[in-house]
């Protein structure tokens, strides 16, 4: 899930407010580029790799993803779309509910999965993922592509390919689109 | 869900069915994964009270509960102290007192579970009472509806049969309804309920002239005890009159389906080849069952709907 | 014996209403001494009457006092402390228990606890051997014993033949046949009343027809044979038109309703709860607007509790195993009180002098307050508002369906055969 949707499900949420724009579209482009060539450097080529996007900030990343790579490299890898809420650790906590079906197109065994989301965070979104990805088979390596690494992380968990790496406060809030990247907080003024 | 229990489609809101089906479309999508499972509720205990034999609405349980990790535990009522004369309020407790934190119930009588749930701390999840409710029945009725016809909003369904005996349709009715269906109730008068008042439905006598107007024809148990109670001349009669015969699927509209909660009497209130047929949907609604109660044991133990089990002070309890 | 003096309050009874204080001695009234006299009584006990009625004492026509049998739910000595707790004076033990009161060995039984208890306990008697609807009970020798009232309260007598020779044969005994009226065949094993809620619930009904056809042939019965028919807990609108016609025809037929059936409706069973199952079931609200017309007009004779204990195991079943019933002796006056739009004085005919007289009570109960009478009288606070709860009733069961309600009039003293038995609310033994 999102962070920005999680943080603002009630009962901790708010609304977002932008203060800070750090990257706009074109630098998101490029960022998006640059992943997209380490990727394809990384396993000399696209033979077994599946881009999987994390529901639901994860998903126009991997699809801008699989995008560039079909330019750069002639043909699109495989594309799935992963909601991990099954596999979270604060079930029960609060309401996690899925946000979309997950569609993974095919087993992953022996495939070299990159999963692609938008912020890492504390790491344990990543965490469920990799719990998820097994359900779909035993992949030969999993990988991890994120357009933000805000820090503070609470698990042993590191991107493979980043396309910004952003120190920020713990109490403040990243939204990345593939309009641009923001830096704010929730308010908690519901509006 | 806004309470802790399932105990009917009466009480739920619109929007807490169309939660139930969104989530059931993302566990259906887990029942087709290599590793069907997920570890969702691990931790959590969950326990079967049934006191009225039933293998299909118990074992869709049970592998709904195990496809969350969470842990089971049988109590099985032939061989348990029930039958020793252990009043239900003692068995309860006794299940209770093991750490359970969802408790389904079976039970003939109807209400049960309403009162098991004024018992308990944990949720309490009605897998079928007396002629009451079945709410998971109607929850996977709809789904397979749905995923039939896409949606339920403008349908007209024929609920045909032993309408007063039937907690299915109980909890048909008001699932349908709800959900923006239409619903004729299908029925000799001896077995409608004696009164109707209230009920969102039309009712009619004549299932030929219903049948070319429906996009559900929705077949229910007929229990042979009804002779008995001069309620029916003869099951010949019976399916004469209401059952649905190769003859009366010919009235059907082309993409018009035919259900029925099972265990079918076949050559009663269906034909036997009219079970087999495609427009048949039954084996899909068993199907759904399974995801539809990890839908709701899901919404009750896991989502955090009830966000105060967590909170602190609970404990002091 | 202790004297005691009632001080302060008005005294309602048969003749009226008169500020006065009362004086009691030997098991009697000794004076009634109207304010203003300004004789000031001296004795033992004074009781403060101050805004209160001083009343004869209540008269419960249909009481399950449990004895013998199912002691666990209620005993003559509990139901009796009960009963005074209420203000009732005199409570009619119904025959329904096991072995059931149709012999004069259990009539004598009860009549011997009863002397124990601290109110007076009186009984009635099965018309059928073991209620069983086949043969007569000893009703000669019952009589003898002093039983006034037959009836097989908790079923109805189904033979119309055997309910005939019944009323032929208690004709010669001045007794009353009085007659739960359930048609059982139709009532079919119902759980509740049929129609739109135990259609929606999913629950056996039975429907109102299997209380009026019964009533519909009593009446006729009581036209052929000219015997005396008391209808018990009536519940609904026809069966109190058909009442009412046969009082119009002169017929010599009286009837109870219940507190329960002025107060509550079909609607509680949704919530499962079997402490709202109770046998003729709680009805629709136009059912309770008949019974409340009926109390108003005077087509029904008087109130009855039909107090019927159960265990909390018994109550604790799923609704439609568990038994019919529920507690009403100490809350019948405050419920009449609380929800019938009547003057106290007729609630008090309806409870006290109007059931006393049916069972031939009116010796020692519901009498004017006079000198001479027997001292059975209990003193209300109609403005006193109380809170039901059941832990703290005085009945053995707690199966009351009143739990948490708010009732205004309460009994503050009840004195039985010249013993106040019941101080402040407080029961004394």
């Known amino acids: 899930m999102a962070e920005r949707e999680r943080r ?184 | 869900m806004s309470a802790r229990h399932l105990l009917g489609i009466a009480e739920l809101e619109v929007a807490d069915i169309e939660r139930l089906l969104r989530l059931t479309d993302s566990f259906v999508e887990v029942g087709r994964r290599r590793m069907p499972k997920v570890p969702a509720l691990q931790g959590r205990t969950v326990t079967w009270l049934f006191y009225e034999s039933s293998t299909r609405t118990r074992l869709s349980f049970e592998q709904a509960a195990k496809r969350l990790s969470a842990d089971t535990l049988n109590f099985s009522v032939p061989t348990s102290s029930v039958n020793k004369g252990e009043s239900l309020r003692d068995t309860v407790a006794t299940i209770e007192a093991m750490g359970v934190d969802a408790i389904v119930v079976r039970h003939a009588s109807s209400g049960v579970p309403h009162q098991v749930a004024r018992w308990v701390s944990g949720s309490v999840i009605n897998a079928g009472d007396g002629w009451h409710e079945h709410p998971t029945q109607a929850l996977l009725d709809c789904y397979t509806i749905r995923d039939h016809l896409g949606g339920l909003d403008g349908l007209h369904i024929a609920i045909v049969g032993d309408i007063n005996h039937s907690r299915v349709a109980r909890s048909d009715v008001w699932a349908f309804t709800k959900l923006g269906a239409e619903v004729t109730l299908v029925a000799p008068p001896t077995l409608l309920p004696p009164s109707v008042e209230g009920w969102p439905v039309r009712v009619d006598h004549d299932l030929d002239a219903v049948l070319p107007t429906v996009d559900v024809v929705y077949l229910l148990r007929m229990q042979r005890e009804r002779m008995l109670e001069a309620l029916l001349p003869s099951l010949r009669e019976y399916t004469a009159c209401y059952g649905l015969t190769r003859r009366r699927v010919d009235l059907l509209r082309d993409k018009a389906i035919v259900m029925h909660p099972g265990p079918m009497n076949r050559g009663v209130e269906i034909a036997a080849d009219v079970a087999d047929l495609p427009r048949s949907v039954v084996i899909d609604q068993v199907r759904n069952g399974v995801a539809v109660r990890m839908a709701v044991l899901y919404d009750l133990l896991g989502s955090g709907a009830d966000l105060s089990r967590d909170l602190p002070g609970r404990d002091a309890r | 014996m202790k004297t005691i003096a009632i001080r302060g309050g008005e005294v309602v009874d048969a003749t009226g209403s008169r500020r006065a204080d009362v004086l009691v001695e030997d098991g009697r009234i000794a004076a009634v001494v109207p304010e203003g006299e300004g004789r000031d009584l001296v004795a033992d006990v004074t009781l403060d009457a101050g805004g209160c009625v001083v009343a004869p004492g209540l008269v419960d026509l249909h009481t399950h006092l449990r004895q013998p049998g199912a002691e666990e739910a209620e005993t003559i000595e ?352």
């Not at chain 3, 208690?170 to 809620?197: F, I, P, T």
Request: with cysteine; aromatic share 4%.
């Open chain 1, 8 to 191: 603002s499900t009630p009962p901790f949420g708010g609304v977002f407010v932008a203060r800070t724009q750090v990257l706009d579209a074109d630098d998101v482009r490029r960022a998006i580029w640059r992943m997209a060539h380490e990727v394809l450097e990384r396993n000399h080529g696209l033979d077994d790799v599946v881009l999987v996007g994390l529901q639901t900030g994860g998903v126009t990343f991997a699809e801008a993803m699989a995008e560039a790579l079909a330019k750069i490299d002639g043909e699109a890898p495989p594309l799935g779309t992963l909601d991990v809420a099954f596999h979270r650790d604060d079930i029960g906590l609060r309401p996690v509910l899925p946000s979309a079906v997950t569609e993974i197109p095919v087993d992953l065994t022996g495939r070299v999965v990159v999963l692609v989301d938008d912020v890492i965070f504390t790491g344990r979104t990543i965490r469920a993922a990799l719990d998820a990805v097994h359900s779909y088979g035993r992949p030969r390596a999993v990988q991890l592509a994120v357009m933000v690494d805000r820090g503070h992380r609470e698990l042993p968990i590191r991107p493979d390919f980043v396309g910004k790496n952003l120190p920020t406060r713990r109490d403040e809030v990243v939204n990345a689109t593939l309009e641009g990247v923001e830096i704010g907080e929730m308010s908690k003024e519901h509006r």
């Open chain 3, 78 to 429: 509990t139901g009796a402390r009960a009963a005074v707790l209420g203000g009732f004076t005199c409570v009619l033990a119904m025959p329904n228990t096991t072995p059931a009161i149709d012999s004069a060995g259990v009539a004598r039984e009860v009549l011997e606890l009863g002397r124990a208890a601290c109110c007076d306990v009186r009984t009635s008697a099965a018309i059928t051997v073991g209620r069983a609807g086949e043969q007569l009970t000893p009703m000669a020798e019952l009589a003898a014993l002093g039983v006034r009232l037959f009836t097989d309260d908790g079923t109805g007598v189904q033979d119309g033949r055997l309910m005939r020779r019944a009323l032929e044969y208690a004709s010669a005994l001045g007794v009353v046949l009085a007659q739960h009226c359930e048609d059982a065949v139709l009532s079919g094993g119902g759980a509740m009343n049929e129609g739109a809620w135990s259609s929606r619930l999913g629950l056996p009904g039975q429907p109102a027809e299997a209380e009026e056809v019964m009533v519909m042939r009593d009446v006729a019965l009581a036209r052929m044979t000219g015997g005396r028919v008391h209808f018990q807990h009536l519940s609904t609108r026809r069966s109190l038109e058909l009442v009412a016609a046969a009082k119009a025809e002169g017929l010599r037929v009286t009837c109870e309703v219940t507190p329960h059936h002025f107060t509550l409706t079909e609607a509680c069973c949704a919530s499962y709860d079997p402490v709202f199952k109770v046998n003729p079931p709680l009805r629709t609200d136009d059912d309770v607007a008949a019974v409340r017309a009926g109390l108003a007009s005077g087509v029904v004779d008087c109130i009855a509790t039909d107090h019927a204990p159960h265990t909390p195991e018994a109550k604790e079943q799923p609704f439609d195993q568990a038994p019919p019933g529920m507690l009403g002796l100490e809350t019948a006056l405050a419920l009449a009180l609380t929800h019938l739009d009547l003057p106290i004085a007729e609630v008090l005919a309806l409870m006290s002098w109007r059931p006393a007289a049916i069972i031939g009570a009116d010796d020692a109960h519901g009498g004017p307050i006079a000198e001479g009478r027997p001292a059975n009288l209990c003193v209300v606070d109609p403005s006193a508002t109380w809170t039901v709860d059941p832990d703290r009733l005085a009945s053995r069961s707690r199966n009351t369906p009143y739990a948490g309600m708010r009732l205004t009039g309460r009994v503050r003293h009840t004195v039985v055969d010249g013993e106040a038995v019941v101080i402040d609310a407080e029961a004394q033994r």
